[in-house]
């Protein structure tokens, strides 16, 4: 069963004390990564947005009165320029971290910040556009990639699109061992070398991409291979209903 949560664009849904690695699903580690980048005054992305974001709202012909949702807003790169051009977006994460940081760093739209785990909970309220940037690479296990898709679908109104787009590059496939999420690994940062927490990755094929998409109902109206320099030089997107 789901927790249903409402949503009223001043939602604050805090998490409680930090709770050991035993206690915590394997793609909440990022937690740990942006609070050990942001103890260091560093954010762990490079802040540029993700051009196909703005470009499908353009060609979609989408309103800014219209209700737009992002899942896993990270540091806010992509929902700053969204909520700069207008749009009524709620931007969510998983990692309440990341949300405190976009809320600082954006206090004029700090209402339109909620923390989110679309496995483990729904929302009250149906969108005309949702999008998801790099996100679903990061759910290792079916069992919750189909929940992911599953989120998107049942939040859909009945003409409304998603933006969906994954780590990869169409052929290579690969996957991490879910065990050594938050073991502390060396990782290449703009600032340098950072010592921060492991987190889970899954790459798929576009075979792989498609049928998951079409077992979890939605249906394929555009796809392609993008990307979001300097942070991901090959995504897989696909933008379904």
């Known amino acids: 069963m789901k927790n249903k949560l409402r949503l009223g664009w001043d939602t604050n849904f805090n998490e409680g004390a930090s709770m050991q690695k035993e206690n915590r699903k394997y793609y909440e580690a990022y937690e740990d990564r942006y609070k050990t980048a942001h103890e260091k005054g560093v954010s762990w992305e490079q802040m540029k947005n993700t051009p196909i974001v703005m470009d499908i709202i353009n060609r979609y012909h989408l309103h800014p009165e219209q209700s737009l949702l992002e899942i896993g807003c990270g540091e806010g790169r992509d929902s700053a320029t969204v909520l700069e051009n207008g749009f009524h ?27 989110l785990d679309c496995l483990s909970s729904d929302l009250n309220e149906k969108f005309d556009f949702i999008y998801s940037i790099a996100v679903v690479h990061m759910f290792v296990l079916d069992e919750d990639r189909n929940g992911f898709y599953q989120f998107i679908h049942s939040h859909l109104k009945s003409d409304g699109i998603a933006l969906i787009c994954s780590m990869g590059d169409g052929n290579y496939e690969m996957q991490s061992d879910i065990s050594n999420a938050f073991e502390i690994q060396e990782r290449e940062h703009e600032s340098g070398k950072m010592m921060v927490a ?19 109902g939605l249906k394929i109206i555009e796809k392609g291979i993008t990307s979001a320099m300097p942070n991901f030089n090959s995504l897989m997107y696909a933008v379904v209903q």
């Open 89 to 115: 977006l709620m931007a969510t994460d998983i990692s309440p971290e990341a949300i405190d940081y976009c809320k600082k760093k954006m206090p004029d739209f700090e209402s339109k910040f909620m923390v």
């Open 198 to 216: 492991g987190t889970s990755c899954r790459m798929v094929s576009f075979s792989t991409f498609e049928n998951e998409l079409l077992r979890n």
